[in-house]
């Protein structure tokens, strides 16, 4: 295979084009495309390159829209975040640099059906890239009677449900419910599990895994979950909500898998996150970015994002940014290593004083430069589009969970004994190459 360059089929439909000259490279863009099979969910193209230090810099979506557009078209029109304003931002050549939408899921599997009819397969994979769901969209219903069923359908194909509910200390209680099913020769076969757990604490949680396999091959694994719980260091309620995704082709070397989470207490600190990976064959690729809201006016933001195959070529891009009270600054790197070991690389930054002026600096490894201070608006959002009382209304399910009933003069036992939480969840998987070694 030309390393020079190329089309690189990337996992699920990902076009990847890799040119090994880095002073042509512009960015790396994703572009959908039409739909291929029920696993490979989207046709995309990758293109790697370095952006001109001279030529107006903005972000932009994967649906080629500027973020500041994006950002208002996800607002909700009753509601209008504190926000300052910036003509120019940094460089972001990947496409979709956070990928923070709320999607619907589509309904892709049908509900139970009466009892004694069957339940029918749901041998459908999770969607890539679509963020956490909301409970509504999982459609969680738990019997209130213990059940343990199975049958079979008249196409041969099996299955089987059961549920139950199991108490335990300090008031614990989880009801669950759980089915699944195969194909008449068992070439295809899916699970799926629901669930509600609560004790005396005041802990809910709501969940959801299922997972896979159909007669090609593919096997996938997701679950989902929504937890309120109280803060035992700021005794602030608080919320989390996860999801993990990933998928497995039955017929060549690809996969991908994604990690999301998000978090928010009554006082509106907010963190969220995720972790991606994807692979076909030769060619891998990596995603992270996470956000932080203090509730004060102290925002966090970054992006880590790249790529590599087994040729040698490396690219990626990253970029950080770190305001409060219209102070802050914003920098980030771009770099390409080819399969020699040659390296390229452009760093850029911004410090934004607070007084309509911007120091805006930085070099590459070709020998160009920059070093102004220009008149320029500071540009950031102060809240998330989506923070605490979003979350609350639509988390109806997991507040309505009821625990047990606790007995007069039984209190629960809670443990003050472990540290606090980490800030930001840590995902083992492959750093982030440096180029300072």
């Known amino acids: 295979m030309a390393a020079s360059s190329g089309g690189l089929s990337t996992p699920f439909g990902l076009q990847l084009r890799v040119d090994a000259s880095p002073i042509q490279h512009r960015g790396i863009e994703l572009r959908k495309g039409r739909r291929r099979r029920r696993f490979l969910d989207r046709d995309c193209r990758i293109e790697c390159c370095c952006p001109d230090s001279g030529a107006p810099i903005r972000r932009t979506t994967g649906s080629g829209r500027s973020v500041e557009k994006a950002e208002e078209w996800r607002f909700d029109s009753k509601k209008t975040p504190r926000r300052v304003r910036i003509q120019a931002t940094p460089s972001l050549p990947f496409s979709s640099p956070q990928s923070r939408f709320v999607s619907k899921q589509e309904k892709f599997y049908p ?30 219903s738990l019997l209130n009677e213990n059940v343990n069923e199975s049958g079979t359908n008249e196409d041969g194909s099996t299955w089987y449900r059961e549920s139950r509910e199991d108490l335990g200390e300090n008031g614990y209680r989880c ?23 609560s004790d005396w604490t005041g802990y809910k949680e709501l969940g959801v895994e299922k997972s896979g396999r159909n007669i090609e091959g593919d096997s996938w694994w ?58 076909l064959n030769e060619q891998s690729w ?42 802050g600054s914003r920098q980030g790197e ?104």
Not at 238 to 257: F, H, L, P, V
Not at 298 to 312: F, N, P, R
Not at 401 to 417: C, H, L
């Open 111 to 140: 509900r139970c059906t009466p009892r004694y009819s069957g339940l029918q397969s749901r041998d459908t994979p999770p969607k890539r890239d679509t963020g956490i769901a909301n409970e509504k969209d999982w459609e969680i």
């Open 175 to 197: 009801r669950w419910t759980r089915m699944g099913g195969q194909s008449h020769d068992g070439s295809s076969e899916w699970k799926e599990m629901w669930w509600e757990k």
């Open 222 to 279: 997701e679950t989902w979950q929504e937890v309120l719980h109280q803060d035992e260091w700021s005794n602030l309620a608080r919320i989390e909500r996860s999801a993990q995704k990933q998928a497995k082709s039955g017929t060549e070397n690809a996969g991908w898998y994604e990690k999301w989470w998000e978090k928010y207490d009554a006082k509106g600190w907010t963190e969220k996150g995720a972790h991606k990976y994807g692979r």
């Open 286 to 327: 990596w995603e992270k970015w996470g956000e932080h809201y203090d509730g004060t006016g102290s925002v966090l933001k970054w992006t880590d994002k790249w790529a590599e195959t087994e040729l040698g070529t490396k690219w990626g891009d990253k970029w950080e940014e770190k305001f409060f009270a219209g102070i």
């Open 334 to 437: 771009t770099w390409h290593v080819s399969p020699s070991g040659d390296r390229w690389s452009r760093t850029w930054g911004e410090e934004h004083f607070g007084n309509g002026k911007v120091h805006k600096y930085g070099k590459s490894t070709t020998g160009e430069s920059w070093d102004i201070v220009v008149d320029e608006e500071t540009y950031y959002e102060t809240e998330p589009h989506y923070g605490w009382a979003d979350v609350v209304g639509d988390s109806s399910q997991l507040l309505s969970i009821k625990p047990q009933e606790r007995p007069p003069g039984v209190y629960p036992s809670i443990d003050f004994g472990s540290a606090p939480p980490p800030s930001g969840d840590v995902l083992p998987d492959k750093p982030s190459p440096s180029l300072e070694q």
